[in-house]
């Protein structure tokens, strides 16, 4: 007995042998080319070597059949040994093989078991577990046959060089995935391109039955074999009869009833649909799938195109993980951890799950569950709410009559004009880049922090209490406007159905849909070095923070801000830069008052905050509170026309407006 030394003790073990001698070792090269006897057919086979031979389990050798394992089929080659093919396409062993024709391979174990009984051949006898290869759809067992196919040659006319030099060519996001596929086409074999399928598009060939050539009139029969597909569908040529086309040379032909693969099929979409459809391109801007189609679709077009086109079909290609549930485990109904997009649909709405899309990292596997779902919903009606904030407040607002120029406008609305164009220039580029989940950051930041908790926080007070054509109210109107009208842009291509409908509901003159639209242009930059610049304004973000902190004990002592009177200490640079802002300093922080003092002025009680040069003195107003802007104010009451009115009130009221310069 021939026993690999590494599994002798196994085998001895297994056969309930005690007692045995080693007669000898050798290396497995010195038993190459001898010759064997097979166990029960007159017939001699040699001895060769394969890599794929392992020690994990059975004697260390193996039984090699070219016609029934791809691994065997390789090394079989390689020896020139003949590719015996006794297993029809119906799993049975064909008419003439000895002892076992007509027994399906499956059921022929027993009858080979007993013929081996019968020879004296059997070693040994035991049931054992043996992992076997099953089809994916139907998980039923797997038969090897080496059959005649057709394939499309990697090296004849340089089509695997070709497709690396288009490879290189392409945009690949994210970028390893040039890595993935640039490896898989340099290492794959050549492309069978044939199926033995009932079902397919066929591959309308005739062969010549001697020869095996192809009929020297091919091209022409393939056209007319595609004009009677195009009328009576792909039965045209399983139902042709061969004489119609070929005439006397039937004889002589064998009609193919192979199909193509169905890589293939999708493979060639480029031209069935990039060269056929009016207002489309080739090649396309970009190909989006997942990960997996590294090995199928990615790459059976880029084959099929630079065979035909000599390039890639694409100029970019995107590829996304897969989704899985909270705990990243792979979506599987016997787990019940499924989420349906048509339940998300009903409950949430159709932008929910688009929104939930774009928040993604689809780089890596896509998280999803009911509660990711929710945050997702409440992600979304930040953005909505802000919008619906936006055009409320636009109510009344005819851009092409009230439109402030922007020389005119407050400081602070210039600002926010100015930090939507920064933020439009860093959206564009996420969408040129097809970062997706970027753009959701950035326009959620933009609603609940920009938005949200500065800027709209501090206009209320010009919306509600200044009058209704005033030059501060048009201002921030102003500012309103050109950021719903840059906003509804970035939102379509994500939130479609919600971008529409803001659309509908904007002020002015506009086109059909927003959908139909480019960027929007009407956005304007602050000057550098102005008093009132992007640093300027980000200093004062911080100032407001950082007092804003300081003053939470006084609100949870059921003041409002607007029952504060602030004095802040501050070092020379900050109260020079809050200087500028004189008497509308009290509107940025909503407080009724807010003085700017010294640092080295502040008293023993002083609040710290996290601004080192910032210390700040909060009271309650000792003023009586104005009935319409619940300011405390000292001239509340002066007015004996209005008793209740604070005198910038009574102005708005009664007089020409209050008027405004920085907030």
């Known amino acids: 007995m021939i026993i690999a030394d590494a599994m002798l003790k196994d085998v001895m073990d297994r056969y309930g042998i005690e007692h045995y001698q080693v007669v000898g070792y050798a290396k497995g090269e010195a038993f190459e080319g001898l010759s064997l006897k097979h166990p029960f057919y007159d017939r001699r086979v040699p001895v060769i070597l394969g890599e794929h031979v392992t020690l994990e389990t059975g004697t260390g050798a193996v039984h090699t059949a070219p016609g029934h394992g791809l691994e065997d089929y390789v090394v079989g080659a ?65 038969i090897f046959r080496a059959t005649p196919q057709w394939f499309i ?95 006397d040379e039937a004889g002589d032909y064998e009609k193919v009833t192979d199909t193509l693969d169905v890589w293939f099929d999708s493979g060639v979409s480029h031209h069935c649909v990039l ?33 035909m086109n000599d390039c890639a079909p694409y100029k970019g290609v995107l590829t996304h993980g897969f989704t899985v549930d909270a705990e990243g485990r792979k979506m599987s109904k016997s787990l019940g951890n499924v989420v349906a997009p048509q339940k998300v649909l009903k409950t949430l709405g159709a932008d929910i799950i688009r929104l939930w899309v774009a928040a993604t ?31 409320s407040n636009l109510n009344g ?106 659309w509908q509901a904007m002020p002015g003159k506009r086109g059909a849909s927003v959908f139909l639209e480019t960027w929007y242009t009407g956005l304007f930059p602050l000057d550098a070095g102005d008093d009132f610049d992007r640093n300027f304004w980000l200093r004062v973000i911080g100032v407001r923070e950082s007092v804003g902190k300081a003053m939470e004990s006084f609100r949870a002592a059921g003041n409002s801000s607007l029952d504060a009177a602030l004095t802040l200490y501050c070092d020379d640079e900050l109260k020079g830069l809050l200087e500028r802002l004189q008497d509308e300093l009290r509107f940025v922080l909503i407080t009724s008052e807010a003085r700017v003092l010294a640092l080295a ?54 007089g020409s407006g209050e008027p405004r310069h920085f907030a």
């Open 78 to 142: 390689r020896y020139k040994l003949a590719v015996d093919n006794p297993v029809g396409g119906d799993g049975c062993f064909v008419a003439g093989t000895e002892l076992f024709a007509g027994q399906h391979v499956l059921s022929a174990n027993e009858a080979v078991i007993e013929v081996l009984k019968e020879r004296g051949a059997l070693v040994h006898e035991a049931r054992l577990r043996h992992s076997y290869p099953h089809c994916w759809r139907h998980k039923t067992p797997i």
């Open 153 to 247: 040659s990697m090296e004849q006319n340089g089509l695997r060089q070709a497709a690396l030099r288009e490879i290189d060519r392409v945009q690949w996001m994210p970028d390893w995935g040039k890595a993935r596929i640039q490896g898989m086409v340099e290492n794959r074999p050549d492309w069978c391109i044939s199926r033995q399928r009932t079902w397919g598009v066929p591959i309308t060939l005739f062969i010549h039955k001697q020869s095996g050539e192809l009929h020297p009139r091919t091209a022409d029969l393939i056209e007319q074999v595609a004009q009677l597909v195009e009328t009576s569908g792909f039965e045209a040529w399983f139902d042709l009869e061969a004489e119609s086309l070929l005439g």
């Open 397 to 502: 607002f005819d851009p092409a009559v009230n439109l402030v120029a922007p020389d005119e406008m407050i400081e602070l609305d210039r600002w926010a004009v100015d930090r939507t164009l920064q933020l439009q220039e860093e959206i564009q580029t996420a969408y040129a880049n097809y970062q997706f989940h970027l753009i959701y950051q950035k326009i959620h930041n933009f609603c609940g922090n920009e938005l949200g908790g500065f800027y709209l926080d501090i206009i209320k007070d010009r919306q509600y209490t200044t009058k209704a054509d005033s030059l501060p109210r048009r201002s921030c109107q102003s500012a309103m406007y050109h950021i719903i009208e840059a906003m509804v842009r970035w939102l379509a291509p994500i939130l479609s159905f919600t971008a529409d409908e803001i």
């Open 361 to 391: 990292d689809y780089r890596n596997e896509m998280s999803v569950s009911d509660e990711i779902l929710k945050r997702t919903a409440d992600a979304y009606r930040r953005i909505r709410n802000t919008a619906r904030f936006l055009l």
């Open 275 to 307: 060269d056929t459809r009016e207002g489309l391109s080739f090649p396309a801007d970009l190909y989006l799938e997942g990960s997996d189609q590294h090995r199928g679709w990615f790459q059976s077009s880029l084959m099929t195109s630079v065979a």
């Open 601 to 654: 002025e502040r008293p023993v009680e002083a609040t710290p905050t996290d601004d080192p040069g910032l210390t700040v003195v909060i009271k309650a107003s000792p003023h009586e509170k104005c009935v319409r802007c619940w300011h405390h104010r000292e001239d509340v009451g002066t007015d004996a026309g209005h008793p209740e009115l604070c005198g910038r009130c009574v102005e708005n009221v009664a």
